[in-house]
């Protein structure tokens, strides 16, 4: 039987590409790719003779029984996306869950990610965070969305297109007031990368004063709302004062 290796490529720098997935994509029989144009050019910049066949949004749910097929009769097949990590945001998840479900062997060969690469680098806090995805086409969506995502307390990684990013930070100002601090990640891992942290108004002074910086791929974060002290559960309160009390 064969393995599904869920396979990482860079998000910018081709460089960031790991000698597994270097092998892994040599090796096995067929690569499902989302664009295979764009995989292609990877692939032979990697000097990679393409065996791509094209795995998109439209046509996954299909496709999906014809790769776990080809897993039964042996063959190993590589998924890839057009950047980073499949799955995330990206096409694959119909392809995964039913190799799970039909007990074919699925293995990652991990590497870049735009979420984590923006928020290992962010200084927002990373003991928890979420990550959401693109923020909702609709201005009341959208604010609900940021709202529950300070709400929750925790950092929250967002994936903005360019066309819409001027119109968050108005849902966000809006919500959360002009105070509100905010991080961008812009471009990461090539020529122009960028990182802005600031209140929801200075970003978008930023981003008004040179309109090429609105262009680009950008992840923003929002840092999460922070605990109050009656938020905090009683027994933790309790366990607070005893050790305040023991406190030199
Ligand atoms: N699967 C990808 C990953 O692992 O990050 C994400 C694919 S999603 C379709 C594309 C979005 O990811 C962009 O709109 C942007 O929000 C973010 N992104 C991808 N590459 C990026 C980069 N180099 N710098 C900043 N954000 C990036």
New binding site residues.
Partial sequence: IGTLYVV?TP??NLDDISQRAIATLSSVDLIAAEDTRHTGKLLSHLSIKAKTFALHDHNEKQKAQQIVNWLNEGLDVALV??????????PGYSVVSLCREQGAKVTPVPG???????VSCSGLPTDRFQFL??SPAKSKARQDFFLSAYESGMTSI?????HRIMASLDDIEHVLGAQQQVVL??????TF?TFFSGTVVELREFLTEDPTRQR?????MLPGKEKQPEEIPADARRMLSLLEAEMP
């Fill in positions: 990482a998000i910018g996306s057009d950047a980073g990590t499949p799955l995330i945001s990206d870049a990610c735009a979420a984590i690469a923006a995805g693109f967002i994936y903005e297109s360019t990640a812009k471009e990461l891992t090539k990368e680009g791929e950008i992840v923003l």
